[in-house]
């Protein structure tokens, strides 16, 4: 069976995430405090799903789970590519 994508729910997810990286840059998307450097901090991730949800026009239908797991995925991966850009620009 083929994977379930809501173009329209990536491309607001985007949009939401590009607007929140602008307003508060790359540090807003990771934990303060913790073990590790650089880790993602879940709820962001979270925050920015949820308000494309949000947001969507009520008469299109409940997006599929795997659909907001894929957007949950490719918000995940371009936080983990600027995290490792930003790491190589200040040579970490």
């Known amino acids: 069976m083929a994977d379930i994508i809501d173009i329209t729910l990536l491309a607001d997810v985007r949009r939401f995430f590009q607007k929140l990286i602008e307003q508060r840059g790359l540090s807003y998307f990771l934990q303060k405090d913790g073990p590790r450097l650089f880790q993602l901090e879940p709820s962001k991730v979270e925050l920015v799903l949820r ?40 040579g970490l």
């Open 51 to 90: 308000t494309a949800m949000r947001t969507r026009d009520p008469e299109l239908p409940q997006p599929h789970e795997k659909a907001i797991e894929h957007c949950r995925q490719e918000l995940r991966r371009e936080l983990i590519r600027r995290v490792a850009s930003a790491m190589l620009q200040t």
